[in-house]
């Protein structure tokens, strides 16, 4: 299958919106300046790509405004985690479907494209004296074969991530880390990416993931052997 190729959107477009912060108004109870561009996928393309960092590419559509149909993408609200309002779409009437449901709750969606490789999940926080906590590897399409039918929700059960080599997880805690700290994150965050051996891409992030005791971010942070308790301690003592 081709792939398709989406642009990252115009610098001046996102200036634009950056001073409007929509993120934060999406989202009032992230307050830390990281924490509002991470929630808005355009503004993280664009700092993170400044850093140096592959994203997976897409395009910001507003409310009201079309865009063709190419191959199987990825829609999602700009602003904000994973979701119910995130899907797949593989036909011009999902693709319609799905941007209905993004613009259900905001006023841009985001539109990617379905990377090649393997999507994982990595939970990151750093602490006050540099430290940084990563957690363990969550599969987000396991017992998958098409990137099409990964799932989109933000509920689905921590799945530790097998069969990655040592190097590739190097790579992984590396890209995620870069991320965070491109982002000037605070707290704990969720880095997505897609590895492609031995590319490894940033999908998405989210800032303000679940941390009650069964949420997938803390299922993570225990399989890689820290407790809850350090874990909430370390991100409030930031």
Do not use: K
Not at 16 to 29: E, F, I, K, S, Y
Not at 137 to 153: E, K, L
Not at 213 to 226: E, I, L, Q, T, V
């Amino acid at each position: 299958m081709p792939e398709l190729t989406l642009p990252v959107p115009v610098r001046p477009a996102i200036h634009a919106r950056r001073r409007a912060q929509p993120g934060l108004a999406a989202t009032p109870h992230i307050t830390d300046r990281g924490g509002v561009i991470a929630a808005d996928a355009a503004l993280t393309a664009l700092v993170l790509a400044d850093a140096g960092l592959e994203t997976v590419p897409g395009i910001c559509v507003r409310r009201g405004r079309g865009v063709d149909f190419l191959d199987p993408v990825r829609v999602r609200p700009v602003h904000g985690g994973r979701g119910p309002a995130w899907s797949v779409a593989t036909s011009p009437g999902e693709l319609r479907a799905a941007l209905v449901r993004a613009f259900a709750v905001d006023s841009h969606a985001w539109v990617e494209e379905l990377a090649e490789g393997r999507e994982l999940e990595q939970p990151v926080v750093r602490l006050a004296d540099g430290t940084c906590l990563v957690g363990a590897a969550h599969d987000a399409g396991v017992g998958t074969f098409f990137a099409q039918d990964r799932g989109v929700g933000g509920n689905a059960q921590f799945t530790a991530a097998e069969g990655i080599t040592d190097l590739d997880q190097g790579r992984v805690r590396r890209v995620a880390q870069a991320a965070y700290d491109a982002l000037d994150l605070r707290g704990i965050a969720c880095v997505s990416v897609v590895l492609d051996s031995p590319r490894v891409r940033v999908l998405a992030i989210d800032p303000d993931p679940r941390l009650d005791p069964g949420s997938r971010a803390m299922a993570a942070f225990a399989a890689a052997g820290w407790s809850g308790a350090a874990v909430r301690a370390a991100a409030r003592g930031y």
